[in-house]
């Protein structure tokens, strides 16, 4: 392998450790927002959130983070 070849394999490589790298964060951002959130409702279809700025659910117990919160009024 020349050092040309060796430098154009490096380039290329850096490419392909971008592109996983992306790949990589976007999965770990689609993990953690599965975490986030869950789907669990009373028997009379209320959402089993309870508490106040932070909500707990009450059948699975994890920690939600109020979706609708205003920031400003
Ligand atoms: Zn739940």
Redesign the pocket.
């Known amino acids: 392998m020349t050092q040309a070849e060796r430098l154009a394999r490096r380039e290329q490589l850096r490419v392909d450790i971008g592109k996983v790298e992306l790949e990589l964060e976007q999965m770990r951002a689609e993990e953690s927002r599965l975490l986030e959130g869950?789907e669990?409702l009373y028997a009379d279809g209320r959402g089993?959130a309870t508490g106040g700025r932070v909500k707990i659910?009450s059948?699975?117990g994890?920690l939600l983070k109020a979706r609708d919160e205003k920031l400003w009024g």
């Open positions: 869950c669990h089993a659910c059948i699975c994890r």
